[in-house]
């Protein structure tokens, strides 16, 4: 099963309850191992039950920081949520301690041999085939769920089953008489070790506030960058907290208006957290700004080659994408204006159609302050430039320059 297949309410039903079937799963398998433990005299079987004993203690830990970390109070406005890191911080040191367990096991040398040992053999096999599939389970439901606690448990739940195979080989060692159970420890308790020290890292740097990946941001920002009325990501940066994430953006919009602006920057939030369901907070902090390459569209006359005295009257448009940063332009073109020889609301028609065709920058000769078409290319969030030469080609050697911007804010 995949995220997209998890809906809402299975992802939050996974995040309430699977540590506490855990919890369950560890305390059976403990009963299994004590009574193995008692009816064959095993060393080993005893200490895997306590081994099991510390994972029911260490899924309610980690059940009680699931629980807590989304809701928020007074004093803590933005939730609990590093509590899981906490409680996964727990879980590796208790996968180290069951390290420590095994090793005992190694420095102890030879045991007395156990009585009853198919008893034993078919305890442990038992509770290696619950670790195993469980475990898998509640790892891959923390993964689909973004619960570093979670994830954390059920990786410890599958470490178990390499605890057991000791036991197991121990066990099986004493039907012909040979304990194994040495070197067979010393093996895996330093799998154990690696795996615990690999969960302890990874939680010390989310509560070290470390950032997010660069992979990440990347995948942020491509979105950012096609989304409608954004121009520009001047900086976009993020952090883990438990299983959530939160965002830090600095925005170039193209809105004047803030109304519009908000509305850009309420679509930005819900684009994200649809793209990603473990983004918990978006703090953003927007400006009108315009793209590095804008699409310019001048009112001209004569095939392009005058700039209009007339916004709506003008006889043609001309086009063409302009770098700022190089001050070159390309795509210069020209095009009838379709709405030159309308009696009515030509000037307002002509600007939605500006705006339709992605303009970002309109400058004609004719003064748009306090006019319907230039204040609707302000709402638009469309650049609006005046200029008093009728020269196309000298105001295109230096179109900022040669311009003066109206009605910005």
């Known amino acids: 099963m995949n995220q997209e297949t998890l809906t809402p309410e299975q992802r939050e039903f996974r ?3 699977v540590v506490l079937f855990s919890a369950l799963e560890s305390l059976v398998e403990t009963g299994i191992k004590i009574t193995a433990a008692i009816l064959t005299g095993s060393a080993g ?5 306590i081994h099991s004993a510390t994972d029911v203690a260490g899924s ?12 928020k109070f007074k004093r803590f406005p933005l939730g609990f949520y590093k509590i899981e890191n906490l409680m996964a911080l727990a879980i590796g040191f208790a996968i180290l301690f069951g390290a420590y367990e095994i090793l005992q096991v190694f420095i102890a040398g030879k045991n007395i041999l156990p009585q009853n040992i198919p008893i034993g053999i078919t305890a442990v096999l038992v509770s290696m085939t619950l670790d195993f599939f469980w475990g898998r389970f509640e790892a891959k439901s923390g993964r689909l769920i973004n619960s570093p606690g979670i994830e954390a448990s059920g990786n410890h739940t599958v470490s178990d089953v390499y605890s057991s195979a000791v036991v197991l080989v121990g066990l099986i060692g004493s039907l012909f008489g040979f304990n194994f159970d040495r070197w067979a420890a010393l093996f895996v308790a330093l799998i154990i070790v690696k795996m615990g020290a690999t969960i302890i890292w ?8 470390i950032s997010l990946d660069a992979k990440k941001i990347e995948s942020y920002t491509d979105l950012l960058l096609r989304h409608p009325g954004v121009t520009l990501v001047k900086s976009i940066s993020g952090r883990n907290a438990g299983s959530f994430r939160f965002l830090y953006l600095d925005l170039g919009v193209k809105a004047y208006e803030l109304e519009q602006a908000n509305e850009i920057v309420s679509s930005v939030r819900m684009a994200l957290k649809e793209n990603d369901p473990a983004i918990d907070m978006i703090f953003v902090q927007n400006a ?7 699409t310019i569209i001048i009112p001209s006359e004569n095939d392009g080659r005058q700039v209009s005295a007339h916004f709506g009257k003008a006889s043609y448009l001309t086009m063409l994408k302009y770098n700022r940063q190089t001050g070159q332009y390309t795509d210069l073109s020209t095009e009838p204006n379709p709405f030159h020889q309308e009696e ?29 078409p230039g204040l609707l290319l302000h709402q638009l969030g469309i650049d609006l430039r005046h200029t008093q030469s009728d020269d196309m080609q000298q ?7 040669n311009s003066v911007a109206l009605l910005a804010k």
């Open 60 to 71: 309610l830990m980690v059940w009680v920081g699931v629980r807590l970390a989304p809701h």
């Open 45 to 49: 079987l005893l200490a895997d039950s």
């Open 202 to 209: 990874d939680n010390l740097k989310v509560l070290l506030d």
């Open 288 to 294: 009108y700004e315009l793209p590095p390459v804008v």
């Open 15 to 17: 995040r309430k309850w």
């Open 395 to 401: 105001l295109l050697s230096d179109y900022f320059g």
């Open 344 to 372: 009515k609301q030509r000037g307002i028609q002509l600007a939605r159609y500006i705006s339709n065709k992605g303009g970002d920058s309109v400058c004609c000769r004719e003064d748009l302050q306090g006019k319907g």
